[in-house]
């Protein structure tokens, strides 16, 4: 493994880890403005300052580059939400609330992030499909251990209610990334809190 520093005093691995940091930064920027299918890996080179030879040291393509940009937009919004809910009142509609505000103000805070999460990961396609399908049964789970036991008659819907709370949360976001006039976050936050309370008796 090599160990040698370069003019800048850095080592091997950690040019290899600054050069990926600065793909990830360009690619966050690039798949959100232009576009996945928009931005070349020529391009992504240009705004990172490194070789496409460098590229190919980071990552294996450009859809190896989009996965890894969206996970960590993912992972980072997993853990704001569960701490939401960890810093709210034990009552878990409270929290699960709590859960539907941190996601939609967080996700929404930087426009970069609501576009990649929830329109250029549908746009990348088949590349993207099981990175999605697990981002989805990730905040599918948090609300499903969030709500714990429903009334009687709800038990057996817990896992698609939750799942369908999902999937409208996303279609609010892909209204706001997409409207020439995006709605008011607290409209798209009232909404979905309304849905929740419909869908689970709340």
Not at 24 to 44: D, K, P, Q, S
Request: glycine letters at 6%.
């Amino acid at each position: 493994m090599a160990t040698g520093r370069d003019y800048r005093g850095m080592t091997a691995e950690q040019r290899l880890a600054d050069r990926r940091e600065r793909l990830l930064t360009a690619a966050y920027t690039l798949f959100a403005g232009a576009g996945f299918t928009a931005t070349t890996i020529e391009r992504l080179c240009a705004a990172a300052r490194i070789s496409n030879r460098a590229f190919y040291e980071c990552f294996t393509g450009r859809e190896d580059l989009m996965r890894a940009v969206y996970d960590r937009c993912v992972q980072e919004t997993l853990l704001t939400v569960a701490k939401a809910i960890g810093e709210a009142p034990p009552d878990p509609a409270r929290r699960i609330q709590a859960g539907i505000r941190e996601y939609i103000t967080f996700v929404t805070r930087d426009a970069r992030r609501a576009r990649i999460m929830h329109l250029e990961v549908r746009r990348a396609g088949d590349i993207l499909t099981g990175h999605r399908q697990r981002a989805v049964t990730d905040f599918t789970t948090i609300i499903e251990e969030t709500l714990g036991d429903l009334p009687e008659d709800l038990p057996e819907w817990t896992h698609l209610l939750s799942l369908g709370m999902v999937g409208a949360i996303q279609e609010l976001l892909i209204e706001w990334v997409l409207a020439d006039v995006p709605p008011p976050l607290e409209n798209l936050i009232e909404t979905a809190v309304h849905i929740f309370r419909r869908s689970f008796g709340y």
